[in-house]
Nanobody
Framework: QVQLVESGGGLVQPGESLRLSCAASGSINSIYGMYWYRRAPEKRRELVAALTSEGRTNYATSVKGRFTISRDNAKTTVYLQMNSLKPEDSAVYYC?????????????WGQGTQVTVSS
């Protein structure tokens, strides 16, 4: 069984920073991709950042230059460093890992963490 535990959300003012973490545990054979999504009220889920097993990154246009996705040396924790936050970044953020576990290859999701940017 694989579990993803997110942390790091909170309430910040515009221009401030937050760092989200998502730690994976359990029987993991390999991780193909690590992703951060977000969902704001009355909006569709949006892919914010992606990190492949080869280390390639990709970002939504709206966060490019402000957000950075990274992982730890063990490659089981993914981070999202969010700088220069804006009110429109407010959403519930979810990590998603495409990995191979005991059930074979499938997606796993974190529980979500609320990020609120407001003055």
């Amino acid at each position: 069984q694989v579990q993803l535990v997110e942390s790091g959300g909170g309430l910040v003012q515009p221009g401030e920073s937050l760092r989200l973490s998502c730690a994976a545990s359990g029987s993991i054979n390999s991780i193909y991709g690590m992703y951060w999504y977000r969902r704001a009220p009355e909006k569709r889920r949006e892919l914010v950042a992606a990190l492949t097993s080869e280390g390639r990154t990709n970002y939504a246009t709206s966060v490019k230059g402000r957000f950075t996705i990274s992982r730890d040396n063990a490659k089981t924790t993914v981070y999202l460093q969010m700088n220069s936050l804006k009110p429109e970044d407010s959403a519930v953020y979810y990590c998603n890992l495409d990995l191979v576990g005991l059930d074979g290859r499938r997606d796993y999701w974190g529980q979500g963490t609320q990020v609120t940017v407001s003055s």
